[in-house]
């Protein structure tokens, strides 16, 4: 049922988030939760960008309606070109990234 051109999208997103997360958490202390937590975070920032820029009018060329490569994958019609794979990997960076911030702010907002 789920394909390589299903999976390897939403695998690059989970991963480069995972992986901006972890790295702001190390650059930046103070926003850190750990670096599993980070991880998770992350993950879930990547995902959560990635949908919303598929939505989103004019970003959603970059990520070419991953939607419908999962749909015409599910067919056996879709393929993986490098603009879908890196306008997913970016978007799962910059989602990453900004959800463990905005986390890690709002932790140290409501500490003080």
Do not use: C, D
């Amino acid at each position: 049922m789920f394909t390589a051109e299903f999976l390897v999208p939403i695998v690059i997103e989970i991963v480069t988030g995972a992986a901006s997360a972890v790295f702001i958490g190390n650059v930046v202390p103070p926003l850190s939760f750990g670096p599993w937590k980070n991880a998770a975070i992350g993950a879930v920032g990547g995902l959560v960008l990635t949908w919303l820029t598929a939505r989103t009018p004019g970003l959603e060329q970059y990520v070419e309606h991953i939607e419908e490569t999962g749909a015409t994958a599910a067919e056996g019609l879709g393929s993986l070109s490098p603009e879908l794979l890196v306008g997913v990997g970016v978007a799962g960076l910059i989602g990453g990234a900004l959800l463990v911030v905005i986390l890690g702010l709002v932790r140290n907002i409501a500490r003080s």
